[in-house]
């Protein structure tokens, strides 16, 4: 049986996970790959209790490995977009696979790796890179390869899910909760790029380009984090019969391309509705098939390992091959690649929850009504919470039909300025992504 020698670059959570899997199911792997996967070096920094690389060749100096001319694929896991960026092309240029599990290098870096990958005749695996192990990225580049991607949109962090199902079931605040995430490990000791939307953005833009034959690019994407959401808002999403998920949402229109990550509330009989906790979930919309949803876990040692070891299978599966017959990272090559029209936040179309606290008087509501009316926005539902004893200040709730964002900015604008009408208007975007 022939041997494909791997390189792990990173001995962390992730990469003591891909060790330990290939390992454990090495007998199993080499059936399926047709060739055995060995370990022929790992550099890191330093060891991990996680997995026994005593019997390993292991060096501190990860471009050793990219040199090492025993090696055939390079397993990327240091994260970041300097060091790991260097350590890819460089991988590339002396003519070595490279699998990947680093969402913001392929975001900010694929096209120009993909493109580099394809002249040195080497193959770039990044099944991990977005939602753990899911296996998303065949999904959209293999199995609905015949259908016309209409829209994508997916819980791509579990750290925000984490928080919002606990948000949702005990009506804690945010800052607790995250405390509490991080003490779980689900959340970073610095946990920016998650509760602001950054990694999540990072993975849309690699869907998208997946679904739509768009170049990779950060630019003209709508980030917001979750840091601002309120118990009090999930409560009044879950009586109106809507989950709040932050979801990222990808669609295309005749008029452009929208991509946008946000807190936004789904039905309750919505397929992703019931998805909590730490657990990713993607919807995508296609012609031929429909509507499907793939979910489990999209963190952790083992199930992104499972993408890793998944690519490093492809790889000694097609390295036997021309690489002609190789299937493109992006589903074409770079060079087809079509960039369309990004439409602005203020573009898109959907629906929407208002929530503000207004004096319990009459005229009030008739007067945001006329607000709402002069500016085209329909009102699906309104209503009047009681007045807390003592208080003058109710809290009213409004869904809308769908409309412009830029209508309802300015609709709000004209509330907030209300006498009558106390601090600033919270809303929420509304999806009904399974009609």
């Not at 996970?17 to 199993?28: C, K």
């Not at 998208?208 to 170049?215: D, E, H, Q, R, T």
């Not at 008029?255 to 807190?263: C, N, Q, S, T």
Request: glycine letters at 10%.
């Amino acid at each position: 049986m022939r041997k494909i020698n791997v390189g792990i670059c990173g001995l962390g959570t992730v990469g003591s996970g891909t060790v330990n899997l290939l390992r454990d199911n090495a007998e199993l792997i080499a059936g399926r790959a047709q060739c055995e996967l060995v370990i022929a070096q790992i550099g890191a920094r330093r060891p991990n209790p996680a997995c026994d690389t005593q019997s390993l060749n292991v060096t501190s100096d990860i471009f050793e490995v990219l040199v090492n001319p025993d090696i055939d694929v390079v397993v990327e896991l240091i994260g970041g977009t300097t060091v790991a960026y260097d350590l890819v092309m460089g991988a590339i240029a002396n003519g070595k696979h490279v699998v990947t599990a680093n969402k913001a290098l392929i975001a900010e870096h694929g096209g120009e790796i993909f493109a580099a990958a394809a002249k040195a005749g080497v193959m770039v695996g990044y099944e991990a890179a977005v939602a753990g192990g899911i296996p998303i990225i065949k999904a959209l580049r293999e199995g609905l390869a015949g259908n016309r991607v209409n829209w994508i949109a997916g819980i791509i962090n579990g750290t925000t899910n984490f928080i919002l199902s606990e948000m949702a079931s005990k009506g804690t605040p945010f800052a607790k909760l995250l405390s509490d995430a991080q003490a779980k490990g689900y959340a970073e000791a610095d946990p920016t790029f998650d509760v602001e939307g950054i990694d999540a953005a990072h993975k849309l833009v690699i869907l998208a380009s997946l679904g739509f034959g768009i170049p990779l690019s950060i630019e003209g994407l709508y980030s917001e984090g979750i840091t601002k959401l309120e118990p009090l808002d999930v409560a009044y999403a879950d009586e109106l019969g809507y989950k709040v998920k932050h979801l990222g949402i990808a669609r295309q229109s005749s008029e452009g391309v929208e991509l946008r990550v946000h807190p936004t509330l789904v039905p309750h009989s919505s397929l992703i509705s019931d998805v909590d906790g730490v657990l990713n979930a993607v919807m995508v919309n296609s012609d031929a098939v429909g509507t499907t949803l793939y979910s489990g876990a999209g963190a952790g040692a083992l199930p992104t390992a499972s993408s890793l070891v998944a690519d490093l299978i492809d790889v000694a599966r097609r390295s036997a091959c021309k690489p002609e017959s190789w299937p493109p990272a992006l589903g074409v090559p770079v060079a087809q690649l079509t960039a369309q029209p990004m439409l602005a936040i203020e573009q898109i179309d959907t629906a929407f929850y208002i929530r503000f606290a207004a004096l319990d008087k009459p005229g009030v509501l008739s007067a945001v009504t006329k607000i709402m009316g002069d500016a085209g926005i329909s009102i699906e539902a309104i209503i009047q919470r009681e007045q807390p004893v003592g208080e003058q200040f109710v809290n009213v709730i409004i869904l809308t039909d769908v409309t412009k964002e830029q209508q309802l900015e300015g609709a709000v604008a004209a509330i907030e300025a209300l006498d009558t009408v106390r601090d600033s208007v919270t809303f929420i975007r509304v999806e009904h992504l399974d009609q």
